[in-house]
């Protein structure tokens, strides 16, 4: 079975931190993505790649950016944490063509910024 | 921009009951669409895909109205291991490789 592993399953951050979220797939797939869910919003994409070094930005950039150095890890990186960036992160990968059969998730990381 | 709409629920219902959830989308050239099963405080899982002849699986049928551009799930014989929030999702062909989720109905099966 495909893993993606996300680092942590809750974090506590005080505002203005820095914060790294890490993800790390086993299955050597090429696109890679992050979302966050929050309630009543679901799941919004926030950037994801189909490559190393290659990213795009999805629906809410604004406040993170990425990093892919490795085909099997995309880190996602809160520059400056604040309070609105409390939510539910998700992790997803899969092949390009398996953008047909959908994804993989992560067990997701809680993220509560103080 | 509400690309994939669905019906928030919360849809209550009995054992043993059948439930359908709908979902719309947007695309008109969307290519591919599926069914994920989240439970609380889990991460998604992909339940099934939807294929344009309408698929089945166990108790779990999905449809796909491509000139209505709606989805369906339909649940038979419900268990209480049923509940939990199913998202439709959606491929849309100009997005590269994005998946579009829906925001989820809610199931609640009862004894």
């Known amino acids: 079975d495909v893993k993606v592993t996300q680092s942590s399953r809750y974090l506590v951050k005080r505002t203005g931190e820095k914060v790294f979220l890490e993800c790390v797939q086993d299955?050597?797939?090429?696109?890679m993505f992050w979302y966050r869910q929050d309630p009543g919003l679901g799941l919004r994409l926030i950037y994801f790649?189909?490559?190393?070094?290659?990213?795009e930005k999805g629906d809410i950039p604004e406040g993170y950016s990425v990093s892919r150095e490795k085909k099997e890890r995309f880190s996602l990186i809160l520059e400056s944490a604040s309070t609105n960036q409390t939510s539910m992160y998700l992790c997803?990968?899969?092949?390009?063509?398996?953008?047909?059969?959908?994804?993989?998730f992560g067990s997701g990381t809680r993220l509560t910024v103080v | 921009r509400k690309e994939v709409e669905q019906d928030p629920g919360p849809f209550n219902v009995p054992e043993g009951a059948t439930v359908a959830f709908n979902c719309t989308y947007s695309?008109?050239?969307?290519?591919?669409f599926f069914w994920y099963r989240q439970d609380c405080r889990k991460e998604p899982k992909l339940l099934m895909s939807?294929?344009?002849s309408g698929n089945e699986d166990g108790r779990f049928t999905a449809q796909l109205n491509r000139a209505s551009q709606y989805i369906s799930l339909l649940i038979r014989d419900s268990k209480l291991s049923d509940s939990a929030t199913y998202l439709c999702?959606?491929?849309?062909?100009?997005?590269?490789?994005?998946?579009?989720f829906g925001k989820g109905t809610s199931l609640l099966v009862t004894p």
């Open positions: 997803a990968s899969s092949f390009p063509a398996q953008a047909n059969y959908g994804y993989t």
């Open positions: 299955m050597d797939h090429e696109n």
């Open positions: 790649s189909y490559d190393v070094k290659m990213k």
């Open positions: 695309n008109s050239a969307s290519q591919s």
């Open positions: 939807v294929y344009s």
């Open positions: 999702v959606v491929n849309p062909s100009n997005s590269g490789y994005a998946l579009n």
